[in-house]
C-alpha cells in the first residue's frame, strides 16, 4: 500500500512546473524544513539551513561543527548535543558518547531521516522540560551527522558522485566480499575518509554508535563478512532482549545472517577498528520514493523508541567493574568483583599502587563476565603491599580486540581484609582502612593501661 502510495506522490511531484522544483537560495526552500511537518524527503540545502537555525536558537545544547566535505565541497554538518554549561556528570565523571551518522545512500531517505529525528527530538524535548532528555543531555554527548553523502541524496542515487558504495569503502576487510563498486581503495572517497577521521579524532571512547539505512526493516550487529558471532556477542543479544521485550519485536541480527556477507562497512569498521558497539538500523523496508504518505515522525515512531532506549541506557553498553572486597589469607589475595555493565570483559587486572602512584603489584589477568559477580583468586606476597597504598582495576570496556582501556581507582571505603589463623580463631581486619588504623591503636593504649593497672 506505501509504494502504491508513493508512486502517486512521485507522479505528483514530477508534474509540478520545473521552477518548483529547482532550489533558488534567494527564494524559500522547496523542502518544506522540518520533517516532523513533512512529507517530503531532506536536501542538503534544508538541512544546511536548519542545523544553523538550531545552533542560533539552541547554543546551550547545540555545538555545530564539520566533519569535512563531500567530493563536490559540501560541508558534512555534525550536530553534537549535550548540556554544555557542565564539562562532566553531576559526580565529576566523564559524559557516555553516542555517535550517529545517517545518508551513506543517498536514495535511503528514510536512514537519513531518523539521524534528523533523533537530533530533532532531544532539542524539542530539552525545550520543553522533558525530563528525559534534560537527563540524557546532562549525562551524555550526541554526536550526529545526518547526511554522509549530499551528493548522492541530492541527485537521487546510492553512490557518491563518483559511483562509489560509501559503505563498502571503509578500511575493514574491504573489497573481500562479493560487491559492487568499493572504490579505489580503502577511504579513496572524502565522506568516508572525513567519518572516520572524526571517530578517529572526537568520539574514540564512544559506548555507542548506530548508523542508519534504509530497504530492510532490521538491525543488525557485527559480523558482515563473517556468520559467526562476535566476541561481544552476550552485549549484542542482551540488548536485542531487552529491545524486544520492551520496545518492538523488529529483528536483530548479526548482519552476514540477517541481510547477506558485506564488508568494508562503517558499521564493521566502528567495532573492528574502533571497538565501539555498533548497529546498523535499516529503518524501513521501503526506499526509492521522494516522499512518505505518513508525516515522518510517525512513520519512524518505532525506530524513534529504539534509539530514545538505546540512548538512554547507554552507561550499561560496556563492561563497568565494581570491586565488592579484597581479602588476604594466608598468603593468597581473594577479590569479589561485580560487573553492573552488559559487556564482559576478558582481561581485567588488579592493581596496587604505592604512594609515589607507582604500580608495584599487579594480578595476572582474569575474565569477568557480563551482568556477573566474580570471585578470583591469586597467590601473592603481602610485604609488597602498602598500608597507603591505593587499588585500580585496569581493564578493556568489551571483549573485542580493538576496545578502549580503562584504568579505574577502587572505592576507597574497600580495604584489603587481611584473616589470619591465631589459636585456632580467624581474626579478620582491614589492612589500609585508616579506621581500621585508629581502632588498632585505641586497642593498643587500651591493653597498655591494663598491663600497668595489673603491675
Same mark, same amino acid.
Given at each position: 500500500?506505501?509504494?502504491?502510495?508513493?508512486?502517486?506522490?512521485?507522479?505528483?511531484?514530477?508534474?509540478?512546473p520545473?521552477?518548483?522544483?529547482?532550489?533558488?537560495?534567494?527564494? %524559500?526552500?522547496?523542502?518544506?524544513?522540518?520533517?516532523?511537518d513533512?512529507?517530503v524527503?531532506?536536501?542538503?540545502?534544508?538541512l544546511?539551513l536548519?542545523v544553523?537555525?538550531w545552533?542560533?536558537?539552541?547554543?546551550?545544547?547545540?555545538?555545530?561543527?564539520?566533519?569535512?566535505q563531500?567530493?563536490?565541497?559540501?560541508t558534512l554538518?555534525?550536530?553534537?548535543?549535550?548540556?554544555?554549561?557542565?564539562?562532566?556528570?553531576?559526580?565529576?565523571?566523564?559524559?557516555?558518547?553516542?555517535y550517529?551518522?545517517?545518508g551513506?545512500?543517498?536514495?535511503e531517505?528514510?536512514?537519513?531521516?531518523?539521524a534528523?529525528?533523533?537530533?530533532?527530538?532531544y532539542?524539542?524535548?530539552?525545550?520543553?522540560g522533558?525530563e528525559e532528555?534534560?537527563?540524557?543531555l546532562?549525562?551524555?554527548?550526541?554526536?550526529?551527522?545526518i547526511m554522509l553523502?549530499?551528493d548522492?541524496?541530492?541527485?537521487?542515487?546510492?553512490?557518491?558522485?563518483?559511483?562509489?558504495?560509501?559503505?563498502?569503502?571503509y578500511?575493514?576487510?574491504?573489497?573481500?566480499?562479493?560487491?559492487?563498486?568499493?572504490?579505489?581503495?580503502?577511504?579513496?572517497?572524502s565522506?568516508?575518509?572525513?567519518?572516520?577521521d572524526?571517530?578517529?579524532?572526537?568520539?574514540?571512547?564512544?559506548?555507542?554508535?548506530?548508523?542508519?539505512? %534504509?530497504?530492510?526493516?532490521?538491525?543488525?550487529?557485527?559480523w558482515?563478512?563473517?556468520?559467526?558471532?562476535p566476541p561481544?556477542?552476550?552485549?549484542?543479544?542482551r540488548?536485542?532482549?531487552?529491545?524486544q521485550?520492551?520496545?518492538?519485536?523488529?529483528?536483530?541480527?548479526n548482519?552476514?545472517?540477517?541481510?547477506?556477507?558485506?564488508?568494508g562497512?562503517?558499521?564493521?569498521?566502528?567495532?573492528?577498528?574502533?571497538?565501539?558497539?555498533t548497529?546498523?538500523?535499516?529503518?524501513?523496508?521501503?526506499?526509492?520514493?521522494?516522499?512518505?504518505?505518513?508525516?515522518?515522525?510517525e512513520?519512524?515512531?518505532?525506530e524513534?523508541n529504539?534509539?530514545?532506549?538505546?540512548?538512554?541506557n547507554?552507561?550499561y553498553w560496556?563492561?563497568?567493574?565494581?570491586?565488592?572486597?579484597?581479602?588476604m589469607?594466608?598468603e593468597?589475595?581473594?577479590?569479589?568483583v561485580?560487573?553492573?555493565?552488559?559487556a564482559?570483559?576478558?582481561?581485567?587486572s588488579?592493581?596496587?599502587?604505592?604512594?609515589?602512584?607507582?604500580?608495584?603489584?599487579?594480578?595476572?589477568?582474569?575474565?569477568?563476565?557480563?551482568?556477573?559477580?566474580?570471585?578470583?583468586?591469586?597467590?601473592?606476597?603481602?610485604?609488597?603491599?602498602?598500608?597507603?597504598? %591505593?587499588?585500580?582495576?585496569?581493564?578493556?570496556?568489551?571483549?573485542?580486540?580493538?576496545?578502549?582501556?580503562?584504568?579505574e581507582?577502587?572505592d576507597?571505603?574497600?580495604?584489603?581484609v587481611?584473616?589470619?589463623?591465631?589459636g585456632?580463631?580467624l581474626?579478620?581486619?582491614?589492612?589500609?582502612?585508616p579506621l581500621?588504623?585508629?581502632?588498632?591503636m585505641?586497642?593498643?593504649?587500651?591493653?597498655?593501661?591494663?598491663?600497668?593497672?595489673?603491675v
Open positions: 500500500m506505501r509504494v502504491a502510495i508513493g508512486l502517486v506522490v512521485c507522479m505528483l511531484l514530477a508534474a509540478l520545473p521552477a518548483a522544483a529547482q532550489y533558488d537560495p534567494t527564494q %524559500t526552500p522547496v523542502w518544506p524544513g522540518d520533517p516532523i513533512s512529507h524527503h531532506l536536501t542538503w540545502a534544508a544546511t536548519d544553523n537555525n545552533a542560533d536558537e539552541h547554543p546551550d545544547i547545540v555545538d555545530l561543527t564539520s566533519a569535512g563531500s567530493e563536490l565541497g559540501k554538518w555534525v550536530v553534537r548535543l549535550s548540556d554544555w554549561s557542565i564539562d562532566t556528570k553531576a559526580n565529576g565523571s566523564a559524559k557516555e558518547i553516542v550517529i551518522d545517517g551513506h545512500h543517498g536514495n531517505y528514510l536512514g537519513t531521516a531518523l534528523y529525528l533523533t537530533a530533532k527530538w532539542i524539542n524535548a530539552w525545550s520543553e522533558n532528555a534534560v537527563a540524557v546532562q549525562n551524555t554527548e550526541l554526536h550526529i551527522l553523502n549530499p548522492g541524496n541530492d541527485i537521487d542515487t546510492r553512490w557518491n558522485i563518483n559511483q562509489v558504495d560509501l559503505n563498502r569503502n578500511n575493514h576487510y574491504w573489497n573481500t566480499c562479493p560487491t559492487t563498486q568499493p572504490g579505489s581503495s580503502a577511504f579513496s572517497e565522506e568516508t575518509a572525513s567519518n572516520s572524526y571517530m578517529n579524532t572526537y568520539v574514540t571512547d564512544a559506548d555507542l554508535y548506530v548508523t542508519m539505512h %534504509t530497504g530492510v526493516w532490521i538491525m543488525l550487529y557485527p558482515g563478512k563473517w556468520p559467526e558471532q561481544d556477542w552476550e552485549l549484542f543479544w540488548i536485542r532482549e531487552d529491545v521485550a520492551n520496545v518492538t519485536d523488529i529483528p536483530i541480527q548482519a552476514n545472517q540477517g541481510l547477506y556477507p558485506n564488508c562497512t562503517s558499521r564493521d569498521y566502528g567495532y573492528g577498528h574502533m571497538g565501539f558497539p548497529f546498523t538500523f535499516e529503518t524501513d523496508d521501503e526506499q526509492f520514493v521522494p516522499g512518505s504518505f505518513e508525516a515522518l515522525n512513520r519512524l515512531e518505532e524513534m529504539v534509539m530514545r532506549y538505546l540512548i538512554n547507554v552507561w560496556r563492561a563497568r567493574l565494581d570491586v565488592q572486597s579484597i581479602t589469607e594466608d593468597r589475595l581473594t577479590l569479589e561485580v560487573n553492573h555493565g552488559r564482559s570483559t576478558a582481561n581485567a588488579l592493581e596496587h599502587l604505592n604512594a609515589a602512584g607507582e604500580v608495584v603489584w599487579a594480578s595476572p589477568m582474569f575474565t569477568v563476565n557480563a551482568s556477573n559477580a566474580t570471585n578470583v583468586a591469586f597467590d601473592v606476597n603481602k610485604d609488597r603491599f602498602e598500608m597507603d597504598g %591505593t587499588w585500580n582495576l585496569n581493564y578493556q570496556k568489551r571483549v573485542i580486540d580493538a576496545a578502549v582501556w580503562v584504568n581507582t577502587v576507597s571505603n574497600v580495604s584489603m587481611v584473616v589470619e589463623d591465631e585456632g580463631f581474626v579478620g581486619y582491614g589492612l589500609f582502612n581500621t588504623v585508629i581502632v588498632g585505641l586497642g593498643v593504649s587500651l591493653l597498655i593501661r591494663r598491663e600497668d593497672e595489673h
